[in-house]
Nanobody
Framework: QVQLVESGGGLVQAGESLRLSCAASGSIFRFADMGWYRQAPGKQRELVATITSGDSTNYADSVKGRFTISRDNAKNTVYLQMNSLKSEDTAVYYC?????????WGQGTQVTVSS
C-alpha cells in the first residue's frame, strides 16, 4: 500500500507563490505517474498537472505558465511550484499516484488565495 502525504498549503495573497510537496511511501514511486488535482467548494475535482515516470509533463490550461510540476525520485517526492497565484486557484490540492492498475490519493492540502 502506497501512502501519499501532501504539505505546503496555506493562505497567501494574490500574486504570491507556494510550493506543494507530496511524499510517497514504498518503492514504486520512480516507476509511477504522479499528478496534482484540485477541488474547489461546490466543484468537481480537476486535473492541475501530471508528470510521468519519464518526466513528461502536462498542465491544465488555467495554470500553464504559472505552475510547474517536478519530481525527485531519490526523495520519493513530487512538487508543485505555484507562482502568480489567483483567487480562483483556491482549492484543496490532492496528490495522485498511478502505476498500472494501482492508483491512490493523498489526504489533500488547502490552498487559499486572497484577492
Amino acid at each position: 500500500q502506497v501512502q501519499l502525504v501532501e504539505s505546503g498549503g496555506g493562505l497567501v495573497q494574490a500574486g504570491e507563490s507556494l510550493r506543494l510537496s507530496c511524499a510517497a511511501s514504498g518503492s514504486i514511486f520512480r516507476f509511477a505517474d504522479m499528478g496534482w488535482y484540485r477541488q474547489a467548494p461546490g466543484k468537481q475535482r480537476e486535473l492541475v498537472a501530471t508528470i510521468t515516470s519519464g518526466d513528461s509533463t502536462n498542465y491544465a490550461d488555467s495554470v500553464k505558465g504559472r505552475f510547474t510540476i517536478s519530481r525527485d525520485n531519490a526523495k520519493n517526492t513530487v512538487y508543485l511550484q505555484m507562482n502568480s497565484l489567483k483567487s480562483e486557484d483556491t482549492a484543496v490540492y490532492y496528490c495522485n499516484i498511478k502505476f498500472g492498475l494501482f492508483a491512490s490519493w493523498g489526504q489533500g492540502t488547502q490552498v487559499t488565495v486572497s484577492s
